[in-house]
């Protein structure tokens, strides 16, 4: 082993990259070029911050030779966080990622899984429900609990409603209040009878997208008793645009939501304000549903929703044109448009939600007539809305009106 030469202090001030100038230690070049840049910088074998192999060096551009620059240890990780969820935020990017490492949590686009990250946007997401002490609410779609959090302290009772177990268990940890009952269950097979028992309550939630058309619309299906008084929920801007549409711009999806309830566009929200950030922008909406369909559904919910469904399966078609798929008859349907008024050269989003009712009432035989041909109504009627990622969308309720 090679002995330590006294007085010479190995990768001292003569082996460090010194600046221009600067004396290097007993050892410094005369030059002034100072450090491992000079060319005779120390003694043949001391290898300064390189060891004892100074021949392990590299060219420079003036063609000296400096010192190989150690490579730095490897530092571990620092651990995840262990400070108790709920002394933060749980809007704090920060915190919601620690808690999603803790619990082994990776979000996923097919549970449409966007975590609210902004105070502004959930504190007027609050506003809009009005709350009260006595009220009960149903919250689909919690995740990490920043909403659930303000519910419970505003309200006499929470149901929070959720698919994923891992969210599950984090919920439990962040949101740690009496009046909060955690469902583990897929929102579109929950019965609000069975939860609510007849008792008021409203739905506030930012619904996870996948599930948001198919969730209102069976709330909306229920009877008057069991659907909620009051719907305050984040979904997709153009989803909700379609919900609140007026006629020259309805779709399917317009009437359907709008003979149930009285739809608004509260105010529209940026990808920013999630974690992740979704690729589209987000709006919350209110729908106070009726008691009653605001229009007579004739001569049923189930034709009546046909009749509407054939009229926009060709939205560039003339309305005699599209109507013809009923299997009716273009002679009736011909009727039928010359009873109630409408043009046969209109178009199915042109009509207000009162023609369509007059419309199906005309076009079906009243009963004791014998059935027409195809008269059978469809099973389902999602019409592939759910969007981006659809899923599976369990059993529609169909007690109550039917139209769901």
Known sequence: MRGRIPGVRRGG?????GRRGEPGGANADPAGRGGASGANTEPAGLGGASGAN????RRGGDGTRRPRVPRPQTIPKAPVSAKPVGARRLTDVSTVRDLLANH????????GQHLLTDDVVLNRIVLSARLHPTLEVLEVGPG???LTAELVTRVRRV???EVDRRMVRALRTTVDAPNLEIVEADALAIDPATLFEGRPYSLVANLPYNVATALIRRMLSFPAVDRPREIVVMIQREVANRMA???????VLGVQVQVMADVQVLFEVPPQAFFPPPDVTSAVIRLRPYDEPCVPLLPSPARFLQTVRAGFAHRRKQLHNAL??????????????ETTGIARTR???TLTLAEWSALSAAIWPVSGEPALPHDDPPADDRDGMDAPHPNGSGEHNRSGVGFS
């Open 347 to 349: 178009r199915a989003e």
């Open 13 to 17: 001030a003569s082996t460090s990259r």
């Open 324 to 337: 013809a798929d009923l299997g009716t008859g273009t002679e009736r349907v011909d009727a039928a448009l």
């Open 144 to 146: 990490a609990g920043a």
């Open 159 to 161: 149901v929070a409603v």
């Open 54 to 57: 100074t021949d392990l060096v």
């Open 104 to 111: 082994g949590i990776w979000l996923t686009k097919t549970l």
């Open 245 to 251: 549409a007026r006629p020259g711009d309805l779709s």
